[in-house]
């Protein structure tokens, strides 16, 4: 936040987050983490619960060492889990995800927000991927819904 404001006219009292996949991971990690700072966050198709899946296996382990436990703070669903809360969250994610079932997992979102009483809105596009057209497609959505909480 410090970098964009020395640089551009940002209003620190109106900020969001968004994000695709890993930066989706990012948006919802950071969103979860500083709530007060951070007016809307969604994602798309992002790696939901990084330390239960191989991808985020792999990095956590890489970049954090073997300690599952300080992964935590690194993982959306761990986070709600352990109490962090957000008013709400926009997912989308593409039916035709090549890296859905084993890698994304958003169901486990799902659960996470449904008992913490997140309200999440998961919307599973048919026939999308993860690629930068299923982003192009839906980007319009993510800004108004941001642009609507952010007044």
């Given at each position: 936040p410090a970098l964009i404001a020395a640089n551009f006219p940002a209003d620190s009292a109106r900020q969001s987050l968004m994000g695709h996949?890993?930066?989706?991971?990012?948006?919802?990690?950071?969103?979860?983490?500083?709530?007060?700072?951070?007016?809307?966050v969604s994602a798309f198709a992002p790696i939901v619960a990084p330390s239960r899946v191989p991808w985020g296996e792999k990095a956590l382990g890489g970049y954090l060492?073997?300690?599952?436990?300080?992964?935590?703070?690194?993982?959306?669903?761990?986070?709600?889990?352990?109490?962090?809360?957000?008013?709400?969250?926009?997912?989308?994610?593409?039916?035709?995800?090549?890296?859905l079932a084993e890698q994304l997992r958003p169901e486990l979102l799902r659960e996470a927000c449904a008992k913490a009483g997140i309200d999440l809105t998961l919307r599973m596009q048919p026939g999308y991927d993860h690629s930068y057209y299923?982003?192009?497609?839906?980007?319009?959505?993510?800004?108004?819904w941001h642009a609507q909480r952010l007044g």
């Open positions: 996949s890993m930066g989706g991971h990012g948006a919802l990690t950071t969103g979860l983490a500083f709530p007060d700072r951070y007016k809307a060492g073997p300690d599952r436990a300080g992964w935590a703070k690194h993982d959306a669903v761990a986070l709600i889990q352990a109490g962090a809360r957000v008013p709400a969250l926009l997912v989308d994610q593409g039916e035709a995800d090549g890296f299923f982003i192009s497609t839906f980007m319009a959505d993510h800004l108004r």
